[in-house]
């Protein structure tokens, strides 16, 4: 909805405020569905796959994971392409219909005892689909909050997008700890576990309502959908540098993500020896301080630029991982665990709560959310999405600590990029894109 002149600046910052929270709560429940895979696989792996020891059942389900990401970048670019075409709403609207349709699937799929091979067959075209949107999610709601956001707090706005995709994770968590109450082991590995899959998929398809009534970007609007060249890859690549500065970004910063959050909660399990429920706390508390953070340190960016932010994440996340997992390994006791997990999500929010708006700064409207989305969800699928089983496998192999070098050597690479990018909200392709 355009803004009218005249408007009190009141009334104008409570309507950014209204978008960013319909665009939020959507990527909430995406985000919930995403990582309630992982959250519950301890207790599904068993289900969908053959009996063996407890490390095989998670590399198996670990793969799976991997799989769904290979999907990301597939949805980054049909995604990112349809709302760059056809607007941030519309596109918004089909990844949360096809997050409700992988949901679904997983929580009627029956075990491997019942349908044999066919159940992690379906298992995998589920986490297919969940990656295709996944893979659109991001790009077009890191696009939506950028440009929605009132010039001057931008960072501050679109570190929402991490707000609300880390308490996904929290509330899939948190369902996981209620379930862990209520229902005994034996009955989570049996059917409790199809719980949180059956209010993900409810929780999408309500979303999926809502979003239909959002406001479409006023950048959108201003730009039209008369221009062929919109959202095309022939467009995209007229801007090579942008395109390689997103994966440079984002290499470093997708593995140390997923290492102190998706993979952090097996570590704590299988490496440290903390038993299930003890970890789903340490998580939860973890991570909802790291949801607090998020807009601190974006608003932080509003003040003093991106670079110094990437810059602290990548020189601390060079030098602390390895000490870090080390001491994490190594202790059995939940509050020096929590504390550790915390220290690494402190460290990881210098990327986590501006990477969207570093990236959505880099690219004018009409390739936005392509460009945002296809270079990201490349390199989440190689990086990102394999960190766990890299992580998995280097244990089975019994060198679980090369895995250490592996996550700090690439936030290395990463912060060589920081180290030589310009500062992205001194020249804003958003801010050129403003009335």
Known sequence: MAVEAGTGTGVVERRVVANVLRGSIGNLIEWYDWYAYTAFSIYFAAAFFPKGDQTAQLLNTAAVFAVGF???????????????????????????????????????????????????????????LQGLSVGGEYSTSATYLSEVASKGRRGFYSSFQYVTLTAGQLLALGVQIVLQQVLAKHEMQSWGWRIAFVVGATGAIIVMYLRRGMDESESFRREGRTSESRGSLRALLQYPKECLLVVGLTLGGTVAFY????????????????????VSWINFLALLVFVVIQPVAGAFSD????????????????LG??????????????????????????????????????KAELFPTRIRALGVGLPYALTVAIFGGTAEYVALGLKSAGHESWFYWYVSGCVLVSLVVYGTMRETSKESTLEEASP
């Open 321 to 358: 991982t390895v000490p870090l997992l080390t001491a994490l390994a190594s202790t059995s006791e939940a509050v020096p665990a929590f504390l550790l997990m915390l220290a690494g999500l402190v460290v990881v929010t210098g990327y986590t709560s501006i990477n969207a708006i570093v």
């Open 259 to 278: 290492t102190y959050t998706t993979y952090l909660q097996k570590f704590m399990i299988n490496t440290s020896g903390i038993d299930a429920a003890t």
């Open 70 to 128: 290979l999907m990301r970048p597939l949805g980054g670019w049909l995604l990112g392409r349809y709302a760059d075409r056809h607007g941030r709403r519309a596109a918004l609207t089909l990844s949360v219909s096809l997050m409700a349709l992988g949901s679904l699937m997983i929580a009627l799929t029956p075990s491997f005892a019942t349908i044999g091979v066919a159940a992690p067959i379906l298992l995998v075209t589920a986490r297919l």
């Open 303 to 318: 003040r003093i630029g991106r670079r110094p932010l990437l810059l602290a994440f990548g020189v601390l996340g060079t």
